[in-house]
Structure formats: C-alpha cells, structure tokens
C-alpha cells in the first residue's frame, strides 16, 4: 500500500500542474459567480445646479444610509454621461434640489431598481421637509427615528414547526458546490490510474510481486483521497480566512463531512472505472457525466427550487445530494454530529455499495483477461 501511495505521490510532485489548476480553478469559479453578486454596485451621482456642491453633500449621505442597495459616488457630469454613453455603466443620477432625473442610454432591470430605491429616499425626505412648519426639521428627523426604532406593529416571521426561519446563504452554498465540483475531477483521474496501469502491464507486475492485492487498491484508493481531501481544504482554508465567506462554527464537522463525501465520490468513480477498459473510455465518459451531478443534486439552486420526485430520487443516488445538506445545515442552523448524521450514513452506504460493485466490475474484467 505504502509502495503505491508514494509512487502516485512522485507522480504528482514531479508534474504538480494538474492539482494546481484545480486549486485555482475552484476558487476562480467561486469568485466568479458569487464575488460579483455580493460587491454593491456604485452609481454615479452629478448635480449641475448652481449651488451642486450643496445638493450632493445632502443627498449622498441619505442615499448611501445604512442598508443601502447601492453605493452612490459623486463624479463630474460629463465623466457620468461618456460611462452611460460608452455603455460601461447602466444608469446615473443627476441631483435636483427636490427632484432627481436618470441618465440612461438603454433599458435594463438595474434602472427600475435605481429609480424605485432613489424615488423612495426622495418621497421621504420631501415629507419630512413638507412637516417641518412647525417643528424644527432636525427635532422631527429625531423624533421619526426614534418612533421607528420602536413601531407600533413589528412583522416576525416563524416555521410552521415553531421555528426560527434560518437566513440560508447562497454565496457558500455555491463555494461548497464548485468546491465539491472540481474536486471530483481530481478523485476521478486519480482513481483512473488503475485503469491506466493494467493497461501498461504495470498492474500485472504488481500482482507478481509480494504486494497483496488489497493493499494495491488500498494504495490507490488513499491516494486519490488524500490528493482530493487536502484539495479542498486548501480551497475552504482560502475562503475562510482570506475571502472571509461564512462557513459556520463547526469547521471540523464540515472537514468530516468532506472526507465521508470524497469517499463517496471515489467509490463513484471506482464504479465507473469498473465498466471501462481503457483510459482514455474513461477520460471521455467521466467529464462528461460529472457535471451533470450538481445540478441534478440541485447544489447550484436555494432550496425547494428542485422539486421533481424524479430528479430527487436520482440526486439521491449520488453522494453529493446528502453532502450539500449536511454542510448548508451545519453553516445556516449551526447543527451538531446527531443532526447530520443521516446523510452520513447515507453517503457511507452509498460509498461501501459502489465501492464493492466497482472493484468486483475491475476483478471480473482482470479474470476474464
């Protein structure tokens, strides 16, 4: 086992390319469909009064307000109308006293979000300003303020079982699931070095020697976890601490869940390796089936949104399905080891099945030779 294990190892350290451009490709992936949704877009906002210094630096801080949508910058009023105009921003904002105009040189969903938050900060002020007659405008934005911090009416919402409604994070959702993705390739070209050294005799050689034949696929199979499982460490490691994605309280029973997922995957692609002869049969079925795993799992969509009684029992069949609702319930409702440990089981059950179908497909072929 040994023997094989650091045979695979100088393989990998001698051409480390390949595990490196997994690496980068999970978290390029990640950053690109979720940095861009979490940045606030930046408005550009121009007044061309006569007194325009004064009407930005009262309406800037009231549209930039704590919870704001967008992020409002003050530019030059040409500098605004060539971004519109060359199409490198959707819409700007030019300041009115009492009023507000958008520039835009086509129509996209982005104008009507602009246009309903700026419309809704102007309606305020200006019934604030129109009940100022005889108080005094500060006293009554005080006093607003103060009202609103304790209303008369609070809306709460709660489960139909009692409880709390959990906020459900989207943004490590899709981290986990590209993750989870790109890694499968790595578990999969690595457990197709057994098809690739049976085809190069190698495999035959080995049997001849004093190793046992458990311990060869033992190697195989360690090696392929340990390449996959430090992979995507790596890549939460990165987001966790560096990109700052939340990731829960219980980074260590996201790190179990992991290893019992990469073992699922790698009795996956046991199993497939089982049905091949070739390497390069492999090379062009696995590719081409991965992907389709996520997205039947419904790893890339909130849940509830894959409601098929179908695809749900096919997902089912796969160890991804369970692993992405293991990890959104230890991140959203901070579960423990007993809250999970059904999908654990699952994925165990579903790694063992594969697994032994997988390497009695590969002994079959071998006695059939």
């Given at each position: 086992m040994g023997s094989i294990f650091m045979a695979q190892l100088a393989k990998d350290r001698r051409n480390p390319?390949?595990?490196?451009?997994?690496?980068?490709?999970?978290?390029?992936?990640?950053?690109?469909?979720?940095?861009?949704?979490?940045?606030?877009?930046?408005?550009?906002?121009?007044?061309?009064?006569?007194?325009?210094?004064?009407?930005?630096?009262?309406?800037?801080?009231?549209?930039?307000?704590?919870?704001?949508?967008?992020?409002?910058?003050?530019?030059?009023?040409?500098?605004?109308?060539?971004?519109?105009?060359?199409?490198?921003?959707?819409?700007?904002?030019?300041?009115?006293?009492?009023?507000?105009?958008?520039?835009?040189?086509?129509?996209?969903?982005?104008?009507?979000?602009?246009?309903?938050?700026?419309?809704?900060?102007?309606?305020?002020?200006?019934?604030?300003?129109?009940?100022?007659?005889?108080?005094?405008?500060?006293?009554?934005r005080e006093a607003v303020n103060e009202y609103l911090e304790k209303p008369p009416f609070q809306l709460t919402k709660q489960g139909i079982d009692d409880n709390e409604v959990q906020s459900h994070n989207m943004s490590t959702q899709l981290m986990f699931a590209f993750t989870l993705l790109i890694s499968i390739f790595t578990m999969g070209f690595k457990v197709n070095s057994v098809t690739y050294d049976k085809v190069s005799r190698i495999w035959d050689r080995m049997i001849l020697s004093p190793i046992h034949k458990t311990s060869m696929y033992l190697g195989y199979i360690s090696y392929s976890f340990f390449i996959s499982f430090f992979q995507v460490i790596v890549v939460l490691i990165l987001f966790k601490y560096v990109f700052k994605f939340d990731?829960?309280?219980?980074?260590?029973?996201?790190?179990?869940?992991?290893?019992?997922?990469?073992?699922?995957?790698?009795?996956?692609?046991?199993?497939?390796?089982?049905?091949?002869?070739?390497?390069?049969q492999f090379y062009a079925i696995y590719p081409s089936f991965v992907p389709m795993i996520p997205l039947i799992s419904g790893a890339y969509m909130p849940p509830g949104v894959l409601n098929s009684p179908v695809l749900s029992f096919i997902a089912d069949l796969f160890p991804m399905s369970h692993t992405m609702d293991a990890l959104m319930k230890v991140v959203n409702s901070d579960a423990g080891i007993g809250e999970i440990a059904l999908q654990?089981?699952?994925?165990?059950?579903?790694?063992?099945?594969?697994?032994?179908?997988?390497?009695?497909?590969?002994?079959?072929?071998?006695?059939?030779?």
């Open positions: 390319l390949l595990l490196l451009l997994f690496i980068i490709l999970s978290i390029l992936a990640t950053l690109l469909f979720v940095r861009s949704g979490q940045d606030m877009t930046t408005i550009a906002v121009f007044s061309e009064d006569e007194h325009g210094a004064a009407i930005e630096e009262k309406w800037l801080p009231l549209l930039n307000q704590e919870g704001a949508y967008y992020h409002f910058k003050a530019v030059d009023a040409k500098h605004a109308r060539e971004q519109v105009q060359k199409g490198r921003s959707d819409v700007a904002v030019k300041l009115l006293e009492q009023d507000y105009r958008l520039i835009a040189a086509s129509d996209s969903p982005t104008i009507q979000q602009v246009d309903q938050y700026v419309r809704k900060i102007y309606t305020q002020e200006m019934q604030l300003q129109a009940s100022s007659g005889v108080i005094e405008e500060e006293e009554l990731l829960g309280h219980h980074f260590g029973l996201i790190v179990l869940i992991i290893a019992i997922f990469i073992f699922g995957m790698i009795s996956l692609a046991m199993l497939i390796t089982g049905f091949v002869s070739k390497p390069e654990l089981s699952l994925i165990l059950l579903i790694g063992v099945v594969y697994m032994g179908i997988g390497i009695n497909l590969v002994e079959r072929k071998s006695a059939r030779k």
